[in-house]
């Protein structure tokens, strides 16, 4: 049956300059029908049913149809939002304002990405000398909507010859284009069905790349198995390109990554099976004849080489260093037992930058960070002063150079552009940019809060300076917390519009990632990914405890596996928050690794298919399989694309069906569904701009608000 829910969204609202009484907000919603089918899986001896398994297929018009219906449901609610124009015009005002990359020095040019406000992608330019800057790739001209864009781009050694990538409907399947830099000419073919992989070059000569053998399914949901190495010379055709690993049993890898020493001398090769962990092979290119000699043969650690001088070769590395150390080696003796620390580890996780010829050594210390220049000796040059709190990154420039730039930015601040002169470790800034947003007037700062198990976990909070602590702010909590990533400060105009309306912008830094190294990451996998879910409950409970805000004003968000936290959260505590909002989730846990490359997060994971007590523990805590009939969950906006070939549509599909047919109480469940778009990478600023106009108009107006919440007098101060 077509269920029919209105929608009862607001208590108390206080409108701006007015002593009205309660108003009420009423939307119908009707869900579209949603077909169930009679698919059961068997998992040591388990059933377990998987009624919406048919969403799986996006090939089918009967999937399409589904989309179309949804998206109707959707905008047909998000439309009668009374201020989502308003909200619309004040993200793209703020959004309007030129933004710059940091140079870089390619032959005899200097380039930089450049967007003058509201263009859909960025524009690289170049200029010589003093010269005017002129426009080198425009990836506005790619297609009319914006959805075709630029991925990767590297140049030859002389800077000569250029190849860069393209995402059509932000698929990770990429074309690589090869130009002649100066005449800026196409030359060559066009390289096809390239994924998960930059190019690298070798000298002047061609470039290295990774691929998968093309599905003979779904290209946009099939598994890939076996990546492989490759090397195009340039005036041939792909079809010629050289197998260089991968082709043999013992060389097949879910993931090989592939890049050239800097003095051409050394091929490097990372092949891997998941997430985390990898081997190390080199291959000396000066000898056409020579063999990859195995540095190391396991995936007990993660490890690579960032530079080498001669036959010396530098790792950054993770092996008996959780927090990672820098060593030495010669390729003559290149096992473990031969290595010699050149920065050892430290308390605090190492994510090293080669520039000119110093070692720019970038820590996190509670997630903010902290920079040293070092020799290749392993002796300290200086410490860099950073112009405050939050994050610095972008280092990295050629050997000989003697200068270096960075960017830095928190959660209040726009990324602007530091000039480092490596002689001297003199700092100024290059480039600010013009926005008008006045980062003075908020304030971020870090607390601790006590998760479940008596674990101190940090979390930074931003908001606008006289925040009234009454439990009545707007807030949205995101966290991640996985596959050693870590969330540090990054300003964004997206929460800075949140932020302008009173709003509450929180970030906890959940264990999973990679905050504080390899133990907090792994504190967060397998049978331990509960620690991550009770870290986020308690950073809600935290916020709500000290009146930053309060369960009828609170939304949680993250995407992707922050997407997981979100959808397993409400479904262990669908009281926590007013509202969810799941991102491209990754949302059905005993089917994940069936689709594209969705195998290798099984480090993180594990899968249904390990064990009986990994299948039951997985099962625990799967959202899909955990949406229990008659219980009120949060006002959930789902968002996914239907491009995405990363973490598959059909993961929301199915969530959203669940929802819709058990939901009770009138709070709504709905899918919005990004066409001709991926996983995030790529999407045109005008997408962009519309999406974040109806997720955070639909958390405001399902926290009670029929106007913006900075015409309430209610909420801040003054």
Excluded at 191 to 196: A, E, T, W
């Amino acid at each position: 049956m077509k269920k029919t829910v209105i929608i009862i969204s607001a208590f108390f609202i206080l409108l701006a300059c007015k002593n009205e009484s309660q108003k009420t907000n009423i939307i119908a919603v009707n869900y579209p029908k949603t077909k169930t089918v009679d698919t059961l899986n068997t998992y040591f001896g388990t059933e377990v049913k998987d009624p919406y398994r048919w969403l799986e297929d996006d090939r089918s018009e009967e999937t399409e149809n589904w989309v179309k219906s949804q998206n109707k449901a959707t905008f047909s609610y998000l439309d009668k939002i009374p201020f989502r124009e308003e909200l619309k015009e004040r993200l793209s005002s703020l959004w309007n304002y030129e933004k710059l990359g940091k140079p870089f020095i390619e032959g005899d040019y200097e380039y930089f990405y450049k967007n003058d406000g509201l263009q859909n992608q960025n524009v690289i330019y170049r200029k010589k000398g003093n010269e005017e800057p002129e426009v080198f790739l425009d990836p506005n001209t790619f297609s009319e909507d914006g959805t075709v864009s630029l991925g990767s781009l590297s140049f030859s050694k002389n800077g000569k010859i250029a190849a860069y990538s393209i995402s059509e409907g932000g698929s990770d399947w990429r074309k690589v284009v090869v130009l002649n830099a100066e005449t800026k000419e196409v030359i060559g073919d066009t390289l096809k069905n390239i994924k998960f992989s930059g190019t690298s070059w070798y000298k002047n000569e061609g470039f290295y790349y990774s691929s998968y053998d093309k599905p003979k399914g779904s290209e946009l949901s099939e598994e890939n198995n076996y990546h492989k190495v490759y090397y195009h010379k340039l005036g041939t055709p792909q079809k010629e390109d050289i197998l260089v690993y991968g082709s043999k049993e013992k060389e097949k890898h879910r993931y090989i990554r592939s890049y050239v020493t800097r003095d051409d001398k050394y091929l490097i090769v990372l092949p891997a099976e998941s997430s985390s962990g990898n081997k190390l092979l080199v291959k000396d290119l000066s000898n056409s004849n020579s063999l990859f000699i195995r540095v190391l043969d396991n995936l007990d650690s993660e490890t690579l080489v960032i530079d080498n001088q001669g036959t010396k070769l530098f790792l950054l590395t993770n092996l008996d260093a959780p927090n990672r150390r820098i060593v030495s080696l010669d390729i003559a003796k290149p096992n473990p037992e031969n290595w010699s620390d050149v920065i050892p580890e430290t308390d605090n996780v190492l994510t090293p930058s080669i520039s000119g010829n110093y070692i720019i050594a970038h820590y996190m210390i509670d997630a903010i960070s902290y920079v040293k220049q070092f020799h290749f000796d392993g002796s300290l040059v200086r410490e860099i002063v950073l112009p405050g709190e939050g994050t610095a990154g972008g280092f990295g420039s050629k050997k000989d150079e003697k200068v270096d730039y960075f960017t830095f930015t928190n959660y209040n601040t726009p990324p602007s552009i530091y000039k480092l002169n490596l002689e001297t470790g003199e700092t100024e800034l290059r480039w600010k940019p013009s926005i008008a947003f006045n980062s003075n007037d908020y304030e971020s700062h870090q607390v601790f809060f006590t998760s479940k198990d008596g674990t101190k976990v940090p979390m930074m909070i931003t908001y606008k300076k006289g925040l009234e602590l009454n439990g009545k702010n707007p807030t949205i909590l995101y966290g991640y917390g996985g596959f050693n990533i870590s969330q540090t400060p990054n300003f964004s105009i997206t929460n800075a519009v949140w932020m302008e309306q009173g709003g509450i912008y929180a970030v906890a830094n959940l264990r999973g990632g990679g905050e504080y190294g390899k133990a907090w990451h792994e504190a967060g996998t397998k049978m331990q990914k509960q620690n991550v879910f009770d870290d986020f409950i308690a950073a809600g409970e935290y916020l709500i405890d000290k009146k930053y805000t309060s369960s009828d004003y609170l939304a949680i968000r993250g995407g992707s596996n922050g997407g997981l936290l979100v959808g397993a959260v409400i479904t262990q505590r669908p009281d926590l928050a007013k509202v969810a909002l799941p991102a491209a989730g990754v949302l059905d846990m005993l089917r994940y690794h069936k689709f594209t490359i969705g195998a290798a997060w099984s480090y993180d994971y594990g899968t249904s298919e390990d064990s009986k007590e990994m299948f039951e523990y997985l099962k625990g805590y799967s959202p899909i399989h955990n949406v229990k009939e008659g219980v009120q969950y949060p006002a959930t906006l789902i968002t996914t694309s239907d491009h995405d070939d990363r973490v598959v549509p059909a993961h929301s599909f199915k969530f959203a069906a669940e929802l819709q047919s058990k939901q009770a109480g009138n709070n709504p469940a709905l899918i919005r569904i990004e066409t001709d778009a991926g996983h995030g990478a790529g999407t045109p600023v005008s997408k962009t701009i519309e999406q974040y106009t109806d997720i955070y108009g639909f958390a405001l107006y399902n926290m009670g608000f029929e106007v913006l919440p900075n015409k309430s007098t209610n909420k801040i101060k003054g």
